[in-house]
C-alpha cells in the first residue's frame, strides 16, 4: 500500500492574490465547491486579516464545504491568529495556517529581527492558534534560502508547540530538486519530533521547477503538496494541482505514493478558473492545455490510431477531457483525414478522400490549423456535383484610400478563356462587375455574408450570396483564407447554378418537345 499524499490547494489564496486573478465573493464559492467535488484535501480559502472581503468569503466557504479542511493564512501575530480563527470557527475542519520568514535575508532586509524573536514569534504563534483549533500549519517562508540549522531548530520548537502540519516554502522558487529532497531529508532525520508532524512542500515556479521540486519532497518525506489550479500564483506562480496529481497518478510506481485527487475533474476545475479569473493558459500547458492530447504529426496520427499508448502516457478521460484530437494540418495524412471525416457522419469513397485530400493538403498550406467546420466546407464546395460552366481562372484587384477600386477577373469556359475589368464601390463590388461583363448575365445581388468557420487570424472565411437573375433566385456559397478569393468564388457559383438550371430546363422542355413530337 502507498502513502497517501494531501493536496492542500490554495488556488483561492495564493493563486488569488497573483496579478489577474482576483476573483469575487460568489467567484471563490463556486471555485471551492469545484475544488471540493476534485477531492483536495485543504482549501487555503484566503488571508482573512488581508480585506473584508477576504475574510467574509474565508466564512462562507468555512460554513459551506463541509467534507474538506479550510484553512485561513495569518502572519505570526495575534491580530492576524484571531481573525483568522474569526473566519474559521464554522468551519467543520478548520486549519490555522501561521507563518513567519526564516532565512537571514528576510529577517535582515524585511522583519529586521534576530533569529531568536522569530523564533519566538514562531512559537507564540503556533501556541495561540492551537488554543483555537486543533489542527495548526506552520510555514517557514524562504524556507530553501534558511540556515539549515536554524530551520531544524524552529520546526522543532513549533512541532513542540502542537503544530500538526510544517511547511517548507521555496518562497522566490530558487531551489531545484536536488537540494530541495535535501532539505526535507535534512529534516527528516535531524528534527526529533518530526514524526509528530505531516511534512509539506510548497514551491513557488520561477525557475519552472515548482512540480519537479514538490515532488522530490514527496521523495524525501513530505506528505502534503501545496499547489494551485493551473498552477496559478505570485511571479511564476505555484506548482501545478493538475500536473502533481497526473504525475502522482500515471508515475505512482516510481514515487509509491497516492492522492485522494478524483482526477476526472481537472479539466473543469481548470476551464473553471480560466472562465472566472480570464487568466488564460498556453494551449500547450501540461493536462489541461488545449494541445495537451493533440496529435498533428501524420506518424503520430497512424500511430495513435492503432493504439493510444503510441503517444499517450495517460487518457484524456482520465483527467476529464472526452477525447484525444488529431489535429488536422499540413503534417497529417489520409488516414487521419478519412477517420475525421467518419466522425463527423462523411464515409468518403477512396475516390472522394483522394479528391478532399487534395484540397486540404492546400488549405492546410495556407492555414495553420484545419477545424471540422473548414473540412465541412471543403466537402461541400469541392464535392458537390456542380458543373461548373465558368471558372476562376485568375483575378486581380487594386483598392485603398483615395483609389478607385479595379477588378481584372480571368474566366474560362469550357476551352476558352474571357478577361474583362471593371471599377466598383469595393474590391468585390469591381470583381463582381468584372464578372458580369464577361458572362453577359445580368445579376442582381439580394444578399452577401461572410462569416469566419473557424478561429484564428487564418481562419476561412465563408461567403454566401443570393443573386436573382431573370426573376429566379440563386445562392452561391465558398470558402478561403482570402475573403475577396472567396466572394469571387461564390457570386460565380450562385452563377453556375443559374446557368446549370437554365441548361437543365432547356434540355427537359426540348426533351418534352421531343416526347410530345413523337
Ligand atoms: O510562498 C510562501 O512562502 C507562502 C507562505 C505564506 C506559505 O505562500
Ligand atoms: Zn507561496
Aim: glycine share 6%.
Amino acid at each position: 500500500m502507498t502513502d497517501r499524499v494531501y493536496i492542500f490547494d490554495t488556488t483561492l489564496r495564493d493563486g488569488e492574490q497573483s496579478p489577474g486573478c482576483s476573483m469575487n465573493f460568489t467567484e471563490k464559492i463556486r471555485m471551492a465547491r469545484q475544488l471540493e467535488r476534485l477531492q483536495v484535501d485543504v482549501i487555503e480559502a484566503g488571508f482573512p486579516i488581508a480585506s473584508e472581503g477576504d475574510f467574509e468569503s474565508v466564512k462562507e466557504i468555512a460554513k459551506q464545504i463541509r467534507t474538506v479542511t479550510i484553512a485561513g493564512l495569518s502572519r505570526a501575530n495575534k491580530g492576524d491568529i484571531d481573525r483568522a480563527w474569526e473566519s474559521l470557527k464554522h468551519a467543520a475542519k478548520p486549519r490555522i495556517h501561521t507563518f513567519i520568514a526564516t532565512s537571514d535575508i528576510h529577517l535582515k532586509y524585511k522583519l529586521k529581527k534576530s533569529r531568536e524573536e522569530v523564533l519566538d514569534a514562531a512559537v507564540k504563534a503556533v501556541r495561540l492558534a492551537k488554543s483555537y483549533c486543533d489542527d495548526v500549519e506552520f510555514s517557514c517562508e524562504d524556507a530553501s534560502r534558511s540556515d539549515i540549522d536554524y530551520l531544524c531548530q524552529i520546526v522543532e520548537a513549533v512541532i513542540a508547540e502542537g503544530a500538526t502540519v510544517v511547511n517548507i516554502p521555496d518562497t522566490v522558487g530558487y531551489a531545484i530538486p536536488n537540494d530541495y529532497g535535501k532539505i526535507m531529508r535534512s529534516l527528516v532525520e535531524r528534527v526529533p519530533n518530526i514524526n509528530k508532524v505531516i511534512l509539506s512542500a510548497h514551491c513557488h515556479d520561477d525557475l519552472g521547477m515548482a512540480v519537479a521540486n514538490s515532488l522530490a519532497a514527496v521523495m524525501n518525506g513530505a506528505r502534503q503538496i501545496e499547489c494551485t489550479v493551473n498552477g496559478i500564483g505570485e511571479r511564476a506562480g505555484n506548482a501545478s494541482l493538475e500536473e502533481i496529481a497526473m504525475s502522482i497518478r500515471t508515475r505512482t510506481e516510481a514515487l509509491n505514493v497516492h492522492t485522494n485527487i478524483n482526477t476526472e475533474e481537472i479539466y473543469k476545475s481548470s476551464k473553471l478558473l480560466v472562465s472566472l479569473t480570464g487568466m488564460h493558459i498556453q494551449r500547450n500547458k501540461a493536462i489541461v492545455g488545449d494541445n495537451a492530447f493533440a496529435h498533428e504529426a501524420g506518424i503520430h496520427q497512424d500511430g495513435m490510431l492503432k493504439n493510444s499508448i503510441t503517444y499517450e502516457i495517460m487518457t484524456p478521460q482520465s483527467v476529464g477531457i472526452k477525447h484525444s484530437t488529431l489535429v488536422l494540418g499540413k503534417h497529417s495524412g489520409r488516414h487521419a483525414l478519412k477517420q475525421r471525416y467518419a466522425e463527423l457522419g462523411y464515409n468518403l469513397s477512396n475516390e472522394e478522400l483522394e479528391r478532399a485530400y487534395l484540397v486540404f493538403t492546400k488549405v492546410a498550406d495556407e492555414k495553420k490549423q484545419i477545424f471540422d467546420d473548414d473540412l465541412v466546407a471543403i466537402l461541400q464546395d469541392e464535392l458537390s456535383n456542380l458543373e461548373e460552366t465558368y471558372k476562376l481562372e485568375t483575378f486581380q484587384v487594386t483598392s485603398g484610400l483615395n483609389l478607385v477600386p479595379t477588378a481584372t477577373v480571368g474566366l474560362k469556359k469550357g476551352n476558352e478563356f474571357f478577361q474583362d475589368s471593371a471599377t466598383g464601390d469595393g474590391p468585390v463590388d469591381a470583381a463582381y462587375r468584372a464578372i458580369e461583363r464577361i458572362t453577359g448575365i445580368g445579376v442582381e445581388l439580394l444578399d452577401y455574408s461572410i462569416k469566419s468557420v473557424a478561429w484564428g487570424r487564418d481562419a476561412i472565411g465563408e461567403v454566401f450570396v443570393k443573386i436573382a437573375i431573370d426573376g429566379y433566385v440563386f445562392n452561391g456559397r465558398s470558402a478561403s483564407t482570402d475573403v475577396i478569393t472567396g466572394s469571387v468564388k461564390a457570386y460565380l457559383n450562385a452563377i453556375n447554378h443559374a446557368v446549370s438550371a437554365r441548361f437543365r430546363k432547356e434540355r427537359d422542355s426540348s426533351v418534352r418537345q421531343e416526347a410530345q413530337a413523337v
